[in-house]
């Protein structure tokens, strides 16, 4: 879905909007890991297009009930404003725009009561529901949104192993906020050290429109370059894990900024780098993480191609590795030696490896 600065959008519809802060519905807690903001319009009453169009243009979908649990969730963490969500009724039968299953309900006594073209709003009295004709006109709505999933750079491509995230932050994120909220994660501003990782993060993490800033030219999420008043070269900058700054892809004309700096992608197209100030939460909305094993597994020791590495199921897995187990450890843990004439990697060199090799005969691609 393009995303594109709320402000722009909803002021053009409806003039001036209170937006709550984004709540997280944690899988720690039972959760989808989904995230909900209520946005309330004020005088400036919205129907039901208009809402959908407002969620859509934030990456989000007008929020869909799916349980009881997600309800009091949603009810608990908003103000009693009547506002629309995600339910809509076409040829007598009620539909989550999202094509979840309509399989939980929580009407309001001697609800529902219309018939098509009348959608869902919540919350009548602000604990139930109620429905009402596509002309009526609300002051409020509720955008739900999953995150963006996390992506590993397998070593069997490439890569280093590691896993990256692209995070919206909806409203605008300074680089300060973003490194902060990186750390938060378990994990840090992804650093580009290499063409290949470049690449991979620009053209793979970076996609999703939501993390840009939509107008003009496109300014890109936020990654882990970084220049102090401490260490002020301004044509470089420094990787915040301290890794070697010797691989760059400047956007022409940049780095055009001061001593306190982060670094960003520019140009939706192009995705190349440019320094911005790194204390303004309107110069971006997003920022990509990097984490060196997936973040909340177990570690435990992992054998790939007769190495040992202390990983996390998932990488070693996604790695083509062998994993110990959580807790496990390489000095316990036996790796076999790599044997490149096992080609069918079954444990023994026979006729089955032959006959790959011969089938494979001749000039390689």
Not at 67 to 74: A, G, I, L, P
Not at 142 to 150: S, T, Y
Not at 279 to 289: K, L, M, S
Request: aromatic share 12%; net charge negative; proline share 4%.
């Amino acid at each position: 879905m393009k995303y594109y600065e709320i402000g722009a959008i909803v002021l053009g519809m409806v003039g001036s909007t209170v937006q709550a802060e984004p709540v997280q519905w944690s899988m720690a807690d039972g959760g989808n890991g989904h995230w909900y903001e209520q946005i309330n319009t004020g005088s400036n009453l919205i129907t039901w297009q208009d809402a959908f169009d407002i969620a859509e243009s934030m990456g989000g979908h007008l929020v869909t009930i799916t349980s009881q649990e997600e309800d009091s969730f949603v009810h608990s963490s908003f103000s009693c404003n009547t506002g629309w969500a995600g339910g809509t009724r076409e040829n007598g039968e009620w539909n989550w725009i999202t094509g979840e299953v309509w399989d939980y309900t929580n009407w309001h006594p001697g609800e529902p009561n219309g018939g098509d073209g009348y959608h869902l709003e919540v919350y009548f009295k602000c604990t139930a529901w109620n429905d009402m004709h596509a002309s009526y006109q609300r002051d409020s709505l509720i955008v739900e949104w999953e995150p963006i999933p996390l992506v590993q750079w397998q070593i069997e491509d490439g890569g280093n192993g590691h896993w990256y995230q692209g995070v919206t932050a909806w409203g605008g994120i300074s680089w300060l906020e973003a490194n902060a909220a990186a750390a938060e994660m378990g994990g840090y501003l992804a650093t580009l050290t290499s063409a290949d990782e470049d690449q991979f993060v620009c053209f793979t993490i970076a996609e999703p429109e939501e993390l840009w800033v939509m107008k003009g030219t496109p300014r890109g999420p936020w990654l882990g370059g970084q220049r102090t008043e401490e260490d002020c070269d301004l044509q470089a900058m420094n990787w915040i894990t301290g890794e070697p700054w010797n691989y760059t892809r400047w956007h022409s004309g940049n780095p055009n900024d001061d001593c306190t700096s982060g670094l960003q992608l520019w140009d939706y197209g192009v995705r190349d780098w440019q320094d911005n100030h790194d204390d303004d939460p309107t110069r971006a909305n997003g920022y990509i993480v990097e984490f060196t094993t997936l973040p909340g597994s177990a570690s435990g020791a992992c054998c790939l191609d007769g190495l040992c590495i202390t990983t996390a199921a998932a990488d070693c897995s996604g790695n083509s590795g062998s994993w110990g187990g959580p807790d496990s450890s390489c000095a316990d843990f036996d790796c076999p030696e790599s044997c490149p004439s096992d080609v069918d990697g079954d444990g023994d060199v026979g006729v089955s490896d032959i006959l790959i090799l011969i089938a494979a005969w001749g000039a390689c691609p």
